[in-house]
């Protein structure tokens, strides 16, 4: 699973109805931004797990929801290593 | 899901049948040229989240479709960081 | 889907028996040499379009198929940027 | 499989509930850091094999389990190479 | 699929049933090492091709295999580009 850190809710108001009514967060893997399905109820600032490939789906709701990025948890504390972003 | 730039849309009339007639888009992810399976309906310039792992098929319609990326949204507002693609 | 371009094909006479006899070509994805099994009959200087992840398998004609790269697609025109092989 | 170098258990209080009470731990691979389900009991230090992809799933003990880095395995002996973390 | 170097067998007695007793070799991936599950029968110095993804279980033996990297054959002739290892 990727450490990120989350960065913004992301608006996305044309997209396939297979989303639901899901959020959606911009994250920031390393120094690449990465959008990820919120599972669990998180905010700007938060340090994430998130976990991708496959587990994505389950890790949603269900085994047919199309997510390969999936917020799985809030790390209860973190310290990014210095000049790095995870 | 990535974060993707749509530049044009691509021919390929040699292709498997399971493409079926769909659209396929060349998008920029960072600096890297990609193809996605279009599931929205978006137009050059667009900035979109593709969703990719074994989630872009079902999200490009059926569980059989050989997509490895798919784009399921359209960001309504974007702004790309300075000297970088996403 | 990514697109790179077929250099040659690959022989290895010493093969799982799932590969069958389906013939696999050495393709440039960027600037890093990979093996893709070859669902459309390419040669050598084809741009193609391959699919990774899942999606490989079932594009290389069964679910069961041993792939993670498959060739789905020659593209009709392509130009490559300069300086780069994609 | 990676080989990586286990670093520190990881808490996360607030995560879905699908992750059970597995053990989360921090690895290094190269020179990042990502999250794994401990399969095995490893301990801060030890050099690991990790199975990514949906292989991940099964590893961590079922077909549904959330996860997409597994640590699966220690290693007897391992030399990193100079100046590197793998 | 990846062409890979096979470096030397790995020795891991403490490991998940799930991986049996089949053998795992070190390769390099690039200038990168990783470990393959052996389902030719390769030595040292072998280049050889690997499979990825969820193709890499059933390659494997089975489609519970927890493996995300497999070595499917053997190349019967390969010549690394200069200054690199793949």
Redesign the interface.
């Known amino acids: 699973?990727?450490?990120c850190k989350v960065l913004k809710p992301?608006?996305?108001?044309?997209?396939?109805p297979?989303?639901e009514h899901k959020h959606?967060q911009?994250v920031l893997d390393?120094t690449?931004?990465?959008?990820?399905v919120d599972?669990?109820?998180c905010k700007p600032d938060d340090w994430v797990?998130c976990?991708?490939?496959?587990?994505?789906?389950?890790?949603a709701g269900s085994?047919?929801?199309?997510?390969?990025?999936?917020i799985?948890?809030?790390?209860?504390?973190w310290e990014p290593?210095a000049g790095s972003t995870?």
């Open positions: 699973m990727l450490i992301l608006v996305s108001t044309n997209r396939i297979g989303f959606l911009v390393g690449s931004r990465k959008v990820a599972a669990v109820g797990i976990v991708g490939s496959s587990a994505a789906r389950e890790a085994k047919s929801y199309p997510s390969d990025l999936t799985v948890g809030i790390i209860d504390h290593t995870s």
